[in-house]
Structure formats: structure tokens, C-alpha cells
């Protein structure tokens, strides 16, 4: 599965939700998964279908693509920040 970097650097991804939904979500930093709610982004069936509003979304927001190395994600600190600043809470906007 593909992960995003939200605006904020957040990390976005599809996760299965309670009984046989999938749906797109944000990594909080308590590694809480919150949904990401968005007429673009409904629940599906298939994780599939999840991933391909989630790719669609992305791109259209022009959020940056995580590359995982052998199926991990990588830590924070790892992933390229480049175009982007800090702004409140923690976060990152871009530039």
C-alpha cells in the first residue's frame, strides 16, 4: 500500500476499519489511526478501491509519496522534508 505526507506531515494511508470497510486515515502521533473524512475518500469494500481514491486525492492535494523500504515505513526523521515548514502544533506546510 502507498503512504502520503499530508500538508500538515502527517502520514495518510488506507487501513481496514471495524468489519469489512476500508477507508482512508491519518498516523496520529500516538500511532492512533483518525479517519480522513472527504467526499473523495469514502469508505470501500476492497482495500483496493481505498488505495485508488486515496492516490487520486493525493495527487489532486499534491501531497508527497512515502517510499517504504522492505514494507516499512520509514521514521519520521527519514522522510524528505524538503518544501515544506514548520507551522504550529508541530506540523509542516509547504512553502
Do not use: H
Not at 11 to 24: D, H, R
Not at 70 to 82: A, E, H, T, V
Amino acid at each position: 500500500m502507498t503512504e502520503y505526507l499530508d500538508d500538515m506531515g502527517r502520514v495518510v494511508m488506507v487501513s481496514q476499519g471495524i468489519g469489512e470497510m476500508w477507508f482512508s486515515c491519518r498516523v496520529k502521533k500516538s500511532k492512533a489511526l483518525q479517519r480522513v473524512k472527504s467526499k473523495y475518500l469514502p469508505e470501500r469494500s476492497t482495500a483496493e478501491e481505498a488505495q485508488d481514491d486515496l492516490n487520486r486525492y493525493a495527487k489532486r492535494m499534491g501531497w508527497q509519496q512515502i517510499t517504504k523500504v522492505r514494507g516499512k515505513s520509514p521514521k519520521r526523521k527519514d522522510i524528505n522534508l524538503q518544501g515544506l515548514e514548520r507551522c504550529g502544533f508541530g506540523g509542516l506546510k509547504k512553502r
